[in-house]
């Protein structure tokens, strides 16, 4: 018992990335890195209680039409609608259950709810575009949303962004947290997107592709996408050794 | 069953709707009624060119003023202070600005047990980063700051960019660096 404790208090080891599973925070492609990726190496941190703690959320966070991005306006939105359905797992393959998901996309003619997107491309008043829910205590999660439309931008002549939803979830730590893009399977503009192939590794870059998946589609309503997210979970040789 | 983590993307620069306005922000790390000595934190965020960057969102993670984190996994969560959550999260102004109010945390252990100097837990997410960038907040003049187990693995000449400075008036003032001569540390978790 007195051992188990003793592995208890100095369990606190994540699992640390593979190489080329992640991107490197330089990439010449992707121009804006340039003047923004640290040009000093990184310094190694052995993980304490500060790195594997983080944010806890509960239900009073979501409100009902949160996770129905269709729901949130007088009207429906323009557009394809599709239900976006997954898991949040960690490293181990466990399910992280009670996290918060929080997605923001363009609408179906590639435009954002934001001052700033000067894409010459029609707003839709019954469609914002941002949507929020809780995993459950499977670490399933569940959004309907239209499907958002590709568009142009500025990082090199005829630059134009696959189309995509952005995700942010938390899982358990705050260096579990993920920020990444979901996009759509056969996409011909991922070839050509420097954002999408900043990730060295292949296998890992198609983790970011959904999947289209008939079991979640609706007759006569929605097409179906499945889009699992796995988070770094706590070193699995550390429980192996209890 | 070991599984490779979903590669990171950049936040890009339209998160706002989705991440740092309405509920979403939370410039309040400690509620009012948290125990500890108050303080207002500014942050600012700096390019390679010391532009200042206004489409960057900044996360915070902080223990109470007893040093123990609101989170299970913490031994000692079971008497944390339910005011204060420990979580924080704001966008950057058009002057690469943004001001968090806490209370200064206390001493949280480390590794072989020893006790950290007091700390703020950063993350910083912006266009033209594909991952977020972690650094920490620690505080000028504490004296536990000489003996804290991390600040000793970063080398002595670089050890300034992570120690936020206190200004006129009392407010706190960090300052993040992205390059140059007074390239912020960030770490490697
Ligand atoms: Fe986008």
Redesign the pocket.
């Known amino acids: 018992m007195t051992h188990l404790a003793n592995r208890r208090s100095s369990l606190v080891a994540y699992s640390r990335h593979e190489p080329g599973t992640q991107p490197e925070s330089l990439y010449e492609p992707y121009r804006s890195t340039l003047r923004r990726a640290p040009s000093k190496p990184l310094i190694f941190l052995p993980h304490t209680l500060s790195e594997v703690t983080g944010p806890v959320y509960g239900h009073g966070n979501i409100a009902e039409t949160d996770n129905d991005l269709t729901a949130q306006h007088q009207g429906e939105p323009l557009g394809e609608r599709i239900i976006v359905t997954g898991k949040v797992l960690d490293s181990n393959g466990r399910p992280v259950p009670q996290t918060l998901i929080e997605v ?3 609408n179906s003619a590639g435009r ?1 709810a934001h001052l700033k997107d000067q894409h010459p491309a029609p707003l839709d008043r019954n469609f914002t575009g941002a949507g929020r829910t809780l995993t459950d205590e499977h670490g399933a999660y569940r959004f309907i949303t239209i499907k ?1 439309g590709a ?1 142009p931008w500025l990082n090199h002549d005829n630059a134009w ?1 696959p189309a ?3 995700f942010s979830v938390f899982g358990r730590a705050f260096i579990s947290r993920l920020v990444t ?1 979901m996009y759509f399977p056969g996409d011909p503009l991922l070839a050509f997107d420097p954002v999408y192939q900043s990730v060295p590794d292949e296998k890992a870059r198609q983790r970011m592709i959904s999947k289209f998946d008939l079991e979640t589609t609706q007759p006569h309503w929605a097409l179906g996408f499945k889009f699992d997210i796995v988070l770094r979970g706590p070193d699995a040789t550390l429980f192996e050794s209890i | 069953m070991r599984m490779v983590p979903t590669p990171s993307q950049t936040v ?4 706002a709707f989705g991440l740092t306005q309405g509920k979403a922000c939370s410039p309040c790390i400690a509620g009012p009624d948290a125990k500890g000595e108050r303080l207002r934190l500014l942050c600012c965020v700096l390019d390679g060119d010391g532009v200042p960057i206004p489409d960057a969102m900044i996360e915070i993670w902080q223990a109470d003023a007893d040093g123990k984190y609101h989170h299970p996994d913490d031994p000692k969560s079971a008497t944390a202070d339910p005011a204060c959550l420990g979580f924080g999260r704001m966008g950057t102004a058009e002057d690469g600005t943004c001001m968090f109010e806490t209370i200064k945390p206390g001493r949280v252990p480390g590794p072989a047990g020893v006790l950290q100097s007091p700390h703020l837990n950063l993350a910083l997410f912006a266009r033209g980063l594909l991952k977020q960038l972690y650094t920490r907040v620690y505080f000028a003049n504490d004296p536990a700051n000489q003996e804290d187990p991390i600040l000793v693995l970063v080398p002595k000449e670089r050890r300034s960019t992570l120690i936020a400075q206190l200004e006129n008036g009392g407010r706190w003032r960090f300052e993040i660096n992205l390059q140059g001569e007074r390239e912020t540390v960030f770490f490697d978790v």
Request: no cysteine.
């Open positions: 923001w996309q363009a954002y958002p568009y962004r995509h939803i952005h893009q | 890009g620069p339209f998160f």
